[in-house]
């Protein structure tokens, strides 16, 4: 079956730095991804989609110059949490799919900030 | 807009018990998706099932089974003989291709077995 794969899985991180987070399509190719945020004991939030070859499309309230996301190849996204600070924990989760009505999720990556 | 809610934040079940999870959803759009993911304390995503809008045939799959109703736009998912293994968050969520196909889930709801 298709697999979306991440990295890192969990990555600490001291407040004011910038952390990246790939997203890779292993045996598809992805036009689009999408990018999720969950809290502790909370429900996953959308942030953006991501778009091959242009500009993420944010939901509101996401802060674009703050969550980075480039698309540059159809088996790779990249969210980078720039100037990380402690309200930035969380667990992201991509999802990639050949198409869009068909979407598989990534193992996620916990961030943490101290 | 579209919406999922469920409203069961927690349910307790002993084991062998019988337990369905309800979900409710808002939509405007003719074709979209319904989903249930697992997502038990590893915190990876288990799809479960999908169901487009114009298949509302009842699903069986060992013991879950899921009632699609759009009539009451609810699409509730039941575990048969719950086991301690069934512990985890279940999630449902609402895909509409007028909406891109963006992913809303619900708030989720944490299911507890107990042997």
């Known amino acids: 079956g298709a697999v979306v794969s991440q990295h890192p899985s969990r990555v600490i991180c001291k407040s004011g730095t910038s952390v990246k987070i790939e997203c890779r399509s292993l045996?598809?190719?992805?036009?689009?991804m999408f990018w999720y945020r969950q809290f502790p004991k909370q429900s996953l939030m959308l942030m953006a989609t991501s778009n091959e070859g242009s500009k993420a499309t944010y939901e509101q309230g996401v802060e674009k110059d703050k969550f980075l996301i480039n698309h540059a190849s159809l088996t790779l996204s990249t969210l980078t949490v720039t100037s990380a600070h402690p309200e930035d924990s969380s667990f992201y989760i991509c999802?990639?799919?050949?198409?869009?009505?068909?979407?598989?999720f990534g193992p996620g990556t916990r961030l943490t900030v101290l | 807009a579209q919406k999922v809610t469920q409203a069961q934040t927690e349910i307790s079940v002993v084991e062998k018990e019988d337990v369905t999870l309800d979900c409710v959803y808002e939509t405007r759009d003719t074709t979209y998706y319904l989903f249930w993911y697992k997502q038990p304390p590893s915190g990876e995503l288990v799809f479960l099932i999908r169901?487009?809008?114009?298949?509302?045939q009842n699903e069986i799959s060992g013991r879950y089974s899921w009632n699609f109703q759009k009539s009451t736009s609810s699409f509730n998912f039941t575990i048969t003989a719950s086991q301690v293994v069934d512990s985890a968050v279940y999630f449902c969520a609402l895909s509409e291709a007028n909406g891109g196909f963006k992913t809303i889930f619900g708030a989720g709801t944490r299911l507890f077995v107990k042997a």
């Open positions: 999802s990639a799919g050949s198409r869009r009505d068909t979407q598989y």
């Open positions: 169901r487009n809008s114009f298949d509302e």
């Open positions: 045996d598809f190719q992805a036009t689009t």
